[in-house]
T-cell receptor, first 113, second 111 residues
Framework: SQTIHQWPATLVQPVGSPLSLECTVE??????LYWYRQAAGRGLQLLFY??????ISSEVPQNLSASRPQDRQFILSSKKLLLSDSGFYLC????????????FGPGTRLTVT | GENVEQHPSTLSVQEGDSAVIKCTYS??????FPWYKQELGKRPQLIID?????GEKKDQRIAVTLNKTAKHFSLHITETQPEDSAVYFC??????????FGTGTQLKVEL
C-alpha cells in the first residue's frame, strides 16, 4: 500500500532563516505531488504541484520554491522566512488510476517567530 | 477562474440529527467532486467522492449528491455522532491535475 511521509512534524524558525521541508511517497511510482499551506483556522492553499521529476507548477508567487529531485520526493524551500509563512504545510499525492483522489501526508506545523 | 463556494461556514446540530453541507461551482468542465474531513490538528482525510456521471453515492451514514445542471453538490451526514465533529472541505477537479477546495465547514455535533 501507499504511504506518504513528511518531516519534520513541527518546526520553529526565526524570521529570515531558511526552510526545507521534505515529502516522500512509498508504494507507487510517478505520482503527482502537491504542496499545500493551511493558515490557522483557514482553508487549503495550493502552493506547488509536480507531475514528474524536475517539473514544478507554481500556484502562488511568494518567497517559497519547490523541487522534485526524485520520482517520489518533493521538497519545499525558502531562503528567508516571513512571519506570514507560519502555518500547517501538507504534502499530497495522487496517481493515474486513482484519478483525482488526493491523499495527504501528516503535515508539518511551522511557526515563524 | 476555477472557484467553489461552500456553505455554511459553521454548522451546529444535535446528536442524531442530519447535517447537510453544500458547494457550488462555475466550471462546467469539472468532473470530480471529493469531500474531506479534517479533525483538529490532523491531515484532511478523503471520506467520499463522486464523478460527474453519477448523481448520488452513499457510504453508510454519509452520502454525496451532484446536480450538474445547477452546478452544485452536497454532503449529507445522517444520524450524526460526536465523532463527526470536524471541518469538512469540498473540492472539485476538472483537468490540470489539481483540485480546487472550498473554504470549509466547521461541523459541531452537540450532545
Amino acid at each position: 500500500s501507499q504511504t506518504i511521509h513528511q518531516w519534520p512534524a513541527t518546526l520553529v524558525q526565526p524570521v529570515g532563516s531558511p526552510l526545507s521541508l521534505e515529502c516522500t511517497v512509498e508504494g507507487t511510482s510517478n505520482p503527482n505531488l502537491y504542496w499545500y499551506r493551511q493558515a490557522a483556522g483557514r482553508g487549503l492553499q495550493l502552493l506547488f504541484y509536480s507531475v514528474g521529476i524536475g517539473q514544478i507548477s507554481s500556484e502562488v508567487p511568494q518567497n517559497l520554491s519547490a523541487s522534485r529531485p526524485q520520482d517520489r520526493q518533493f521538497i519545499l524551500s525558502s531562503k528567508k522566512l516571513l512571519l506570514s509563512d507560519s502555518g500547517f504545510y501538507l504534502c499530497a499525492w495522487t496517481w493515474g488510476l486513482a484519478g483525482y483522489q488526493q491523499y495527504f501526508g501528516p503535515g508539518t506545523r511551522l511557526t515563524v517567530t | 477562474g476555477e472557484n467553489v463556494e461552500q456553505h455554511p461556514s459553521t454548522l451546529s446540530v444535535q446528536e442524531g440529527d442530519s447535517a447537510v453541507i453544500k458547494c457550488t461551482y462555475s466550471d462546467s468542465a469539472s468532473n470530480y467532486f471529493p469531500w474531506y474531513k479534517q479533525e483538529l490538528g490532523k491531515r484532511p482525510q478523503l471520506i467520499i467522492d463522486i464523478r460527474s456521471n453519477v448523481g448520488e453515492k452513499k457510504d453508510q451514514r454519509i452520502a454525496v449528491t451532484l446536480n450538474k445542471t445547477a452546478k452544485h453538490f452536497s454532503l449529507h451526514i445522517t444520524e450524526t455522532q460526536p465523532e463527526d465533529s470536524a471541518v469538512y472541505f469540498c473540492a472539485m477537479g476538472g483537468g490540470g491535475n489539481k483540485l480546487t477546495f472550498g473554504t470549509g465547514t466547521q461541523l459541531k455535533v452537540e450532545l
